[in-house]
């Protein structure tokens, strides 16, 4: 069993920045591939951005936030983070972490395994 914590969610204007934070346990953090995913009022949850598992740190982002957010881990931490930057009021949504209990890359929110419970990010105009 995998639990994943998140935080840093918040409100923030347009054009700030947010990071996001979630903790992993229950497994060997750095075997595994991590992402993030939002899922805003009355859509369906969103791939946002993912990396590899080890030091590698191969990223993928969607086409919605690449150049803006940026994906990162400290596997001795067994933590995974999103920095947003450049945050528009589209973004706003709940965000999860997610844990695929695999090391090739995924993109849909089926391919994951075990998922926090969420942070809120509301961006104001």
């Known amino acids: 069993q995998v639990q994943l914590v998140e935080s840093g969610g918040g409100l923030v204007q347009a054009g700030g920045s947010l990071r996001l934070s979630c903790a992993a346990s229950?497994?060997?953090?750095?075997?595994?591939?991590m992402g993030w995913f939002r899922q805003a009022p009355g859509k369906e949850r969103e791939f946002v951005a993912a990396?590899?598992?080890?030091?590698?740190?191969?990223?993928y982002y969607a086409d919605s936030v690449k150049g803006r957010f940026t994906i990162s881990r400290d596997n001795a931490k067994n933590t995974v983070y999103l920095q947003m930057n450049s945050l528009k009021p589209e973004d706003t949504a709940v965000y999860y972490c997610?844990?695929?209990?695999?090391?090739?890359?995924?993109?849909?929110?089926?391919?994951?395994?075990?998922w926090g419970q969420g942070t809120r990010v509301t961006v104001s105009a």
């Open positions: 990396i590899s598992s080890w030091s590698r740190g191969t990223t």
């Open positions: 997610a844990f695929r209990n695999r090391q090739t890359m995924a993109t849909t929110a089926g391919e994951y395994d075990y």
């Open positions: 229950g497994r060997t953090f750095s075997y595994y591939v």
